[in-house]
């Protein structure tokens, strides 16, 4: 099993939803076609609210759980896929009870937004895969 460092962890938790917001951002103009000059501002605003959303909320979550899973040697797709879900879970029950200051009433519902866990596994992936990446990176860089 690797040992991931915290700065290996840090940079692959903020580089992780990078992908799927060009893949949003590209599906996005595509399907709407906004190739106007006059769009792309709102497009990099939407993004960047969305990212500064996922830093707030998302990341000290998954900070504490992968510094916790590193230590024990238990950082592996599983448990990132896993807690990826779990965390997506948790933000949408938070978004449920401050937008609409209940939940839904059958319970099972937040469980039918599918879109949102394919979002939260697809950037487990990505994380998983950078992790990888930053590792074998830093020890090549150690070992020459």
């Known amino acids: 099993?690797?040992?991931?460092?915290?700065?290996?962890?840090?940079?692959?938790?903020?580089?992780?939803?990078?992908a799927l917001l060009i893949l949003?951002?590209?599906?996005?103009?595509?399907?709407?076609?906004?190739?106007?000059f006059?769009?792309?501002?709102?497009?990099?605003?939407?993004?960047?609210?969305?990212y500064c959303i996922y830093c707030v909320f998302t990341i000290p979550i998954s900070y504490t759980c992968s510094m916790l899973l590193a230590g024990k040697n238990q950082l592996n797709i599983v448990t990132i896929i896993t807690g990826s879900v779990l965390t997506c879970f948790?933000?949408?029950?938070?978004?449920?009870l401050i937008f609409t200051h209940s939940l839904p009433e059958p319970l099972s519902r937040l469980l039918t937004d599918w879109i949102f866990y394919s979002f939260?596994?697809?950037?487990?992936?990505?994380?998983?895969?950078?992790?990888?990446?930053?590792?074998?990176?830093?020890?090549?860089?150690?070992?020459?």
């Open 90 to 96: 948790l933000i949408t029950l938070m978004g449920y």
């Open 120 to 144: 939260a596994v697809f950037t487990g992936f990505c994380y998983w895969g950078l992790l990888h990446y930053f590792q074998r990176k830093s020890s090549r860089a150690s070992s020459a």
């Open 1 to 18: 099993m690797p040992d991931y460092s915290k700065e290996t962890i840090i940079k692959s938790l903020l580089l992780a939803p990078c």
């Open 24 to 36: 949003l951002t590209l599906s996005f103009m595509y399907m709407n076609n906004e190739f106007r």
């Open 38 to 50: 006059q769009s792309i501002p709102f497009i990099l605003a939407a993004n960047a609210l969305i």
